[in-house]
């Protein structure tokens, strides 16, 4: 959501967005993991599954790691196959578990209030599985060299650790499916979501504080307190936390991942992901947007970035979109508004952008100019500003002053 | 008849430096644009916009009351008024999605912001609108994999992924 409308607070609001702000911060941390902690909620994972502690722990420098470790030890899961891998236990019997008795305990009212209070905004804050994705990229566009040498490195001296140990536990007869292993990981930091909705309705829910269900929660909490992590019954691997992540505010603790100046996470081995106001983008996007760039590019929502990155002036000018009407701009006396036409290729949709010029100037003085997308139906520059707000055209024809 | 420095000592609100502080603030009862926002006289969109039954209105501080929050720190529109002048509400109910507040001024008020300078409204009847731009069709929601659906709440799991079009997001500074 852009801009924040403000509407007064009460107590109980004001602590659930102090609880869902906390943990933003905790999902986007770059402090040292506590190790001693996170291993006690493993520990205590394993012992709710009532699986025996491998004691063997792997740590690996970035989710790209461990995928590539994975992948490299010949460790053998066919998403499918969940019911039989330990991520299928440890979410069945202590995250379901603790989920489906928060649900009874809590209202319904509780339960929407810590789904759009809570969970949205922890999701969004670290980009939702932009991260897996970006994993997911990375296996279908290039073979392992490609990677960070640090990646590669911390993947190969993972696999050698596991590679005595690891067992074949797809079906027999069937293709081993050897690169999509890394799926079944929970997602540490990166699931902060669930643990900051279900601590919060664990707190509101009140009782008896000696609970199972709590203790298979806290467990759960710490395991989830690194990186990824990788439960098998021969070891458990896990990433190390990014060491950089950028984000922009949005107002009232409500962050997202965002970086214009270059990546805006970074792993320990190198490993980078480039943000464009929440949206995953490649390295160009930020580095080097161009029109010839924008127009190869595949994905919509990316072509949008890498517009808004180069600005959309520039784009317009070294496109050579076609111009459709120019008009004075109502209210700001020396100043005129352009329409423009914008392929449906490049927007997804038939669509005009308006090149509208800021009533106020810049502390040196000059104009910002920026562009609005509006429906392909505008047929003129006045009529699109109008649009902008819900206005016609003779309304807006009539504004006395912008600013 | 204000200027903006003087709006800027009596609600010590600040606005930029470049901006012209000794200019006598123009006050208009039409349509006027500050930035994002647009100040628009009530009558003419009266088919559109009202304000809901039962709004809680509240009456508007000489210090100025808050109505948009820029993002990504960006700078706020404050709703200045002499006190006993104005009353407002967030309580809107606009067909187009894009009313945040209205006003009832029973003289000239103004609507502050860092980057735009002051807005000068004379009394009457308002509503403030965001503005909007269009917004490309949804990408359709991958099917989500067992693993990333299970990282999910159950109550969401249960809920039907169906991924409403949304024709057009707001925006701010």
């Given amino acids: 959501m852009e801009g924040m409308s403000i509407k007064p607070m009460d107590d109980a609001q004001r602590a659930i967005a102090a609880h869902a702000l906390e943990w933003t911060d905790r999902a986007l941390s770059t402090e040292p993991v506590d190790w001693q902690r996170w291993l006690t909620g493993v520990r205590g994972c394993y012992d709710h599954i009532s699986v025996r502690w491998p004691g063997n722990v792997v740590r690996v420098s970035s989710p790209l790691a461990m995928a590539r470790a994975l992948f490299l030890a010949r460790v053998d899961e066919t998403p499918g196959d969940e019911g039989r891998a330990l991520i299928g236990m440890v979410r069945g019997l202590v995250q379901d578990r603790v989920d489906g008795l928060l649900s009874k305990f809590s209202d319904r009212a509780q339960v929407t209030r810590a789904l759009h209070r809570v969970h949205s905004p922890v999701e969004a804050a670290v980009g939702g599985d932009a991260v897996a994705q970006a994993v997911e990229h990375a296996f279908a566009t290039g073979p392992g060299i490609r990677d960070p040498h640090d990646t590669q490195e911390s993947a190969r001296a993972a696999a050698r650790r596991i590679a005595p140990s690891t067992v074949r536990l797809g079906r027999a007869g069937q293709m081993a499916n050897r690169s999509s292993a890394w799926q079944l990981h929970l997602g540490g930091q990166w699931d902060s979501a669930w643990c900051a909705y279900a601590t919060y309705l664990a707190g509101v829910v009140g009782g008896d ?85 924008i127009h190869a590019e595949a994905n919509v929502e990316v072509r949008r970035c890498g517009i808004e990155s180069m600005g959309w002036e520039a784009y317009l000018t070294k496109a050579r979109l076609r111009l459709i009407d120019t008009a004075a701009d109502p209210g700001n006396d020396g100043f005129e508004l352009r329409l423009y036409e914008v392929p449906a290729a490049v927007w997804g949709m038939p669509a005009r952008v308006l090149l509208a010029i800021n009533g106020s100037p810049e502390r040196d003085g000059t104009r910002r100019r920026y562009g609005l997308p509006v429906p392909a139906d505008m047929d003129t520059a006045v009529h699109a500003a109008a649009w902008t707000y819900g206005i016609s055209q003779d309304q807006y024809a009539g504004l006395a002053r912008r600013t | 008849m204000k200027r903006l420095m003087d709006l800027t000592a009596e609600t010590g609100l600040v606005v930029d430096l470049h901006l012209m502080l000794d200019m006598v603030i123009p006050v208009h009862d039409g349509f006027q644009a500050q930035g994002d926002l647009l100040v628009a006289p009530l009558a003419p969109l009266a088919d559109r916009v009202r304000a809901a039954e039962g709004a809680e209105w509240h009456e508007v501080s000489p210090g100025g009351v808050e109505l948009l929050r820029g993002l990504a720190g960006g700078n706020t529109h404050s709703l200045v008024a002499d006190p006993d002048t104005c009353v407002w509400t967030a309580d809107v109910i606009d067909a187009d999605g894009l009313a945040i507040a209205a006003f009832d001024a029973m003289a000239t008020v103004y609507l502050l912001h860092r980057e735009h300078g002051a807005t000068g409204i004379a009394a009457g009847q308002y509503v403030v609108r965001r503005q909007r731009e269009l917004i490309q069709p949804r990408v359709p929601l991958r099917r989500m994999g067992f693993v990333r659906h299970r990282s999910l709440p159950r109550a969401v799991q249960r809920e039907v992924l169906a991924a409403q079009a949304a024709r057009y997001r707001l925006i701010a500074d």
């Fill in chain 1, 209 to 293: 504080t000696r609970k199972g269900w709590r203790r298979r929660l806290q467990a759960l909490v710490d395991a989830q307190s690194a990186g990824w992590w990788w439960p098998h019954l021969s070891f458990v691997m896990v990433s190390d936390r990014p060491r950089v992540v950028r984000t922009e505010e949005l107002g009232d603790g409500l962050r997202r991942l965002h970086n214009a100046d270059g990546p805006a996470l970074v792993w320990p081995d190198g490993w980078s992901l480039y943000f464009w106001h929440g949206t995953r983008v490649p390295a160009w996007v930020v580095e080097k947007p161009t029109v010839d760039a």
